[in-house]
């Protein structure tokens, strides 16, 4: 089993930052990706970024490239998802996950609006 608890989200206007955590607990697998996903209203939930245990895999949706930044430290359990240059359309429920092979785990979720 693996908890994950998400922390970070908020208002923000258009073209700004913000940085999103997420702290794990309970069995981490180093064969293990973390990263996040996010939810718009009236829409399905889409994969946004990740990242292996060791750091040398990642992902980024289309959208975010080049603006998001997905990072972890292991000696916290924690993965963290720098947002910068923010735009209303990355407004969503931001959901950690984490997943080994066929098993996944997801956070809460945080909110996050960008609106001027």
């Known amino acids: 089993q693996v908890q994950l608890v998400e922390s970070g989200g908020g208002l923000v206007q258009p073209g700004g930052s913000l940085r999103l955590s997420c702290v794990a607990s309970?069995?981490?697998?180093?064969?293990?990706?973390m990263g996040w996903y996010r939810q718009a209203p009236g829409k399905e939930r889409e994969l946004v970024a990740t990242?292996?245990?060791?750091?040398?895999?990642?992902y980024y949706a289309d959208s975010v490239k080049g603006r998001f930044t997905v990072s972890r430290d292991n000696d916290k359990n924690t993965v963290y998802l720098q947002m910068n240059s923010l735009k209303p359309e990355d407004t969503a429920v931001y959901y950690c996950?984490?997943?080994?092979?066929?098993?996944?785990?997801w956070g809460q979720g945080t909110q996050v609006t960008v609106s001027s």
């Open positions: 996950w984490y997943g080994r092979y066929s098993v996944q785990y």
């Open positions: 309970g069995s981490i697998s180093t064969s293990s990706s």
């Open positions: 990242l292996s245990y060791y750091g040398n895999r990642d």
